[in-house]
């Protein structure tokens, strides 16, 4: 797992996050996040160094010359957020494949996660949340038969952590 000393996250608080920010601070970088007001809290108790309130303020007025941003949101987000990269920098796009034309003007790179994650990858997240170093937050758990409810809640895009299914 690679991690760059300088990370920026777009839309922190929400359930993709959980996890990859305190990765983040088990390697040592230093986190910068985004969240709504609500939010803020919840986040820095994740392990983000720095909190942008974005309902408050741009957040490229605040970030500067950061190694890798991972976004979350896409579109506008993306765009505003080019510039902030240092050169040689990555951005990586969750939600679409990033401009590789925006990217090439900016001196970075730019990649679209759509790998999933390799055995041991699983295996070391496994042991970093049972022994507490990363945080992975629940929003929420419903039973198997509300399968349906927990499928609105996800497509809602406002939790805070994972919605898992209990299947007894």
């Known amino acids: 797992m690679a991690i760059w000393p300088n990370l920026s996250h777009t839309c922190c608080s929400g359930r993709r996050w959980t996890v990859c920010r305190s990765a983040a601070k088990w390697k040592g970088a230093t986190v910068i996040a985004t ?12 392990g983000a160094d720095q909190v ?3 309902t408050m303020t741009a957040f490229e007025d605040v970030i500067k010359e950061v190694d890798l941003i991972v976004d979350s ?5 993306e765009n505003r957020s080019w510039a902030l ?3 040689g920098g990555i951005l990586v796009s969750l939600t679409q494949a990033p401009s590789q034309e925006n990217a090439q003007k900016h001196g970075v790179t ?24 990363i945080k ?11 399968a ?20 007894n």
């Open 35 to 46: 969240a709504s007001t609500s939010n803020i809290d919840f986040v820095k108790s994740l």
């Open 52 to 54: 942008i309130d974005y």
């Open 73 to 77: 949101v896409g579109g506008e987000t």
């Open 85 to 87: 990269l240092k050169k």
């Open 110 to 133: 730019a990649k679209f996660n759509t790998k999933f994650p390799t055995y041991p990858n699983l295996q070391t997240l496994t042991e970093l949340i049972a022994d507490g170093t």
């Open 136 to 146: 992975a937050a629940i929003d929420s758990i419903f039973p198997l038969n509300q």
């Open 148 to 167: 349906n409810k927990a499928l609105e809640k996800s497509e809602a895009r406002y939790g805070r952590g994972r919605i898992l299914l209990r299947i």
